[in-house]
C-alpha cells in the first residue's frame, strides 16, 4: 500500500516555507496536517495539527482544525486557539502549534504534545542562538486548560515545527538553505515509521 505524502512550497518576500507530511506506514490517511497562508494584511500564519492516534478519523479532526483557521486567520492566535477547542468538540481532538510571522517578530502559541524550535542569525556576531518553543499541556477539543502567546524577536533565522512523529532533534545541526533537503534529512533520520509524521520549516 502507498503510503500518503504530502509536500507544500511558498514563498512571502523574504519567507521561505517547506512543509512535508507522511502518513504511518500501512495508512490510508494522514492524521496530520499543515496550514500556510497570509493574514492580517501582509503577515504569514503557519500551523502544524496532529489529529489524535492515527487512521480516518485523526485526519477528519485535522481537517476541521485546519478549516477553522483558514476562515479565522486574521484574528489574533489566542481567539484562534479558543475557536479550533471549540469546533474539534465532538473529534478525535487534536495537538497544534500555530504561529503568526510579522515584521522582525514571531508569535506563537502551541498545545499539546507537539514541538517547535527557533534558530536565530545573529548578524553582528555571526551567532546562532536556538530556542525550544513551549507548549501547553492539553488536547484541542477536549481539555484546553492554560495556554499563552509567546512572541520571539525574528529578524533572520529558522523557524522549524513538527508532530511528534518525528522524534527529538536538535535543529541547529541540521540548517540548509535548502529547505526541502534539510526536511527530509530530519524525517530520514527521527520520523517515526508507527506514526504520521510532519515537519515545517521557515526560513527568514
Keep these: 500500500m502507498m503510503v500518503k505524502v504530502k509536500e507544500c512550497e511558498k514563498r512571502f518576500g523574504d519567507i521561505r516555507i517547506f512543509s512535508y507530511s507522511r502518513a504511518k506506514m500501512g495508512e490510508e490517511h494522514c492524521g496530520d496536517a499543515c496550514l500556510v497562508e497570509e493574514c492580517d494584511g501582509n503577515n504569514i500564519i503557519i500551523a502544524v495539527i496532529d489529529g489524535l492516534g492515527h487512521g480516518k478519523k485523526a485526519e477528519e479532526a485535522s481537517e476541521v482544525a485546519v478549516n477553522f483557521i483558514k476562515s479565522h486567520k486574521n484574528l489574533p492566535l489566542d481567539k484562534i486557539v479558543r475557536g479550533v477547542h471549540s469546533a474539534l468538540s465532538g473529534t ?35 551567532e546562532k542562538l536556538q530556542r525550544h518553543l513551549f507548549s501547553a499541556s492539553g488536547v484541542l477539543g477536549w481539555n484546553l486548560r492554560h495556554f499563552k502567546v509567546f512572541t520571539y524577536e525574528f529578524m533572520s533565522g529558522w523557524l522549524v515545527m513538527n508532530t511528534d512523529g518525528v522524534g527529538h532533534f536538535i535543529a541547529s545541526e541540521y540548517l540548509s538553505e535548502n529547505l526541502r533537503e534539510m526536511a527530509m534529512k530530519i524525517m530520514k533520520e527521527h520520523g517515526k515509521a508507527d506514526d504520521d509524521a510532519t515537519i515545517l520549516i521557515l526560513k527568514r
Excluded: C, L, M
Excluded at 502549534?97 to 514571531?106: E, V
Design 92 to 126: 478525535r481532538g487534536a495537538v497544534a502549534s500555530i504561529s503568526k510571522i510579522s515584521d522582525g517578530r514571531i508569535a506563537f502559541v502551541g498545545v499539546g504534545n507537539i514541538s517547535a524550535q527557533i534558530v536565530s542569525e545573529n548578524n553582528e556576531r555571526g
